[in-house]
Nanobody, 121 residues
């Protein structure tokens, strides 16, 4: 499977962005999906994950209540809705999928290319 992340950009603090992760192939619904991010000089950080059927999702404490992960298996696309953005959310955001339930661990088999999110104060 190939993943293409999009939707990043420059936004002011307090603003919103919606990231998309478009998958190729016919088996997107068989994959668990997650979003990670990496800020300059920092390690990659788990953001959110969602299971195959989209009936179980969870987010990191740092974004809880502000970010929502979702997916549309018919459209083979995953999403990350980000509200109330702060400068601390500035990072390169990656989507990832795997047949296994990797959860917060960054051991996913397939990764998108990343989309840059920059939040100005």
């Amino acid at each position: 499977v190939q993943l293409v992340a999009s939707g990043g950009g420059l936004v002011q603090a307090g603003g919103s962005l919606r990231l998309s992760c478009a998958a190729s192939g016919r088996t997107f619904s068989s994959y668990e999906m997650a979003w990670f991010r990496q800020a300059p000089g920092k390690e990659r950080e788990f953001v959110a994950a969602i299971n195959r059927k989209a009936n179980n999702a969870y987010t990191a404490d740092s974004v809880k209540g502000r970010f929502t992960i979702s997916r549309d298996n018919a459209e083979k696309t995953g999403y990350l809705q980000m509200n109330s953005l702060t400068p601390e959310d500035t990072a390169l955001y990656y989507c990832a999928v795997d047949h296994a339930a990797r959860g917060r661990r960054g051991e996913y088999d397939y990764w998108g290319q990343g989309t840059q999110v920059t939040v100005s104060s």
